[in-house]
């Protein structure tokens, strides 16, 4: 079965702290995607990447950054945290179709 | 208006009910429409894919698309209280790249 692993479920930072987010797939796929998920929203792409060192804007990509030095990791970076960060962030990576999605990781900015 | 519509539920049925979920998009180059199951506090994941119009059957569950009305449809017979989940449509124009969500229906099935 193909694991992604999101590296914290819970995390709490203060405003203007740059925030790491780190996921980890085991299935040697080539596509990684950054999600944030909001009540009444669903799902908002935030970056995706198709190689390494490869990286493509999705819809929300604004106060985002991330970076893929190595095909099973892919990090998301909230370079300067707002309170509008608050939401829960899910990781997926996928071959084909199929996105296999991570638990997600719920972050509070204070 | 959103890219895809999805109502939000909740919706609660008994135990054996057959339920309709139901998406609306306004894209007409989508052709690859999948159906997502989410549990609480787990990550979504794939249940069905269908490609252009038409239905497709696994099980209990069948993923029903119509392109000329822009509206998809998953149908769950003999619904099970392990079905209570959110389910999320979503839709690309291109095989594997460009996944739009839905906002997902939250389904309750009650024992």
């Known amino acids: 079965d193909v694991k992604v692993t999101q590296s914290s479920r819970y995390l709490v930072k203060r405003t203007g702290e740059k925030v790491f987010l780190e996921c980890v797939q085991d299935?040697?796929?080539?596509?990684m995607f950054w999600y944030r998920q909001d009540p009444g929203l669903g799902l908002r792409l935030i970056y995706f990447?198709?190689?390494?060192?490869?990286?493509e804007k999705g819809d929300i990509p604004e106060g985002y950054s991330v970076s893929r030095e190595k095909k099973e990791r892919f990090s998301l970076i909230l370079e300067s945290a707002s309170t509008n960060q608050t939401s829960m962030y899910l990781c997926?990576?996928?071959?084909?179709?199929?996105?296999?999605f991570g638990d997600g990781t719920r972050l509070s900015i204070l | 208006q959103k890219e895809v519509e999805q109502d939000p539920g909740p919706l609660s049925v008994p135990e054996g009910a057959i339920v309709s979920l139901n998406c609306t998009y306004s894209?007409?180059?989508?052709?690859?429409f999948m159906w997502y199951r989410q549990y609480s506090r787990k990550g979504p994941e794939l249940l069905m894919y269908?490609?252009?119009?038409g239905n497709k059957e696994d099980g209990r569950f069948t993923a029903q698309v119509d392109k000329s009305s822009k509206y998809i449809s998953l149908f769950i017979r003999d619904s099970q209280p392990s079905d209570s989940a959110t389910y999320l449509c979503?839709?690309?124009?291109?095989?594997?790249?460009?996944?739009?969500f839905g906002p997902g229906t939250r389904l309750s099935v009650l024992p």
């Open positions: 894209n007409s180059a989508f052709q690859y």
């Open positions: 990447s198709y190689d390494v060192k490869m990286k």
């Open positions: 299935m040697d796929h080539e596509n």
């Open positions: 997926a990576s996928s071959s084909s179709l199929s996105q296999h």
């Open positions: 269908t490609y252009s119009s």
């Open positions: 979503a839709m690309s124009e291109n095989y594997g790249q460009n996944f739009v």
